[in-house]
């Protein structure tokens, strides 16, 4: 994982306060729990954020769930890791919520600099980050975690898996997830 300081382009060895790691997680797998542990290695606390209206526009599992389940998985660290449903406020009129508007409300909530806290993305969004709604001022304000892909494992998959009855592989499967994961044969 890289950790790039508010307003650098050069990664650095910089720890934060706060890592927020927003994410559908419909529904959360091993490549979700890669990353949390990952961010913990330059964070002080994760705070993962499930989505309440993702920003694409895609269908989810009710967000009630997803946070159960995300509940469930940060219960796995303790204290330094936290389900946070703020989303369902900051969207519950229809509004899309964006990571620059998520991490400032975060920040004036935890009564933190926004320089200690930081954005948690995948490689595959960091090329695209500049192309967010408020990019620029989300860059200059806030540090930047950046999660190499570990395994090739993508909710969409375990969905259609899981849909068409085939059987997931063990090292995508989290204990957290299998009580509820056939909601998906009924939801596809």
């Known amino acids: 994982m890289l950790a790039f300081a508010a307003g650098s382009q050069t990664a650095t060895r910089q720890r934060f306060a706060v890592a927020?790691?927003?994410?559908?997680?419909?529904?959360?797998?091993?490549?979700?729990?890669?990353?949390?542990?990952r961010a913990l290695t330059l964070a002080e606390r994760v705070l993962v954020v499930p989505s309440y209206r993702h920003a694409d526009g895609k269908r989810m599992v009710d967000f009630p769930?997803?946070?159960?389940w995300m509940r469930r998985l940060a219960a796995r660290f303790g204290d330094r890791v936290?389900?946070?449903?703020?989303?369902?406020?900051?969207?519950?009129h229809g509004a899309v919520v964006y990571s620059y508007d998520l991490l400032s409300h975060l920040a004036r909530q935890l009564r933190?600099?926004?320089?200690?806290?930081?954005?948690?993305?995948?490689?595959?969004?960091?090329?695209?980050?500049?192309?967010?709604?408020?990019?620029?001022?989300?860059?200059?304000?806030?540090?930047?975690?950046?999660?190499?892909e570990e395994m090739t494992v993508h909710s969409r998959e375990i969905r259609a898996m899981i849909a068409t009855g085939q059987a997931l592989p063990p090292a995508w499967q989290l204990p957290e997830t299998e009580p509820e994961l056939m909601v998906y044969r009924s939801a596809m």
């Open 112 to 148: 933190l600099p926004t320089r200690a806290m930081a954005l948690v993305i995948g490689e595959d969004n960091q090329a695209r980050l500049a192309g967010f709604h408020r990019g620029a001022e989300l860059r200059e304000a806030f540090g930047l975690l950046v999660a190499r």
């Open 20 to 37: 927020v790691y927003g994410g559908a997680f419909d529904p959360p797998h091993a490549g979700h729990l890669s990353v949390i542990q």
């Open 82 to 92: 936290e389900c946070c449903e703020v989303e369902r406020t900051l969207g519950e």
């Open 65 to 68: 769930l997803r946070c159960a």
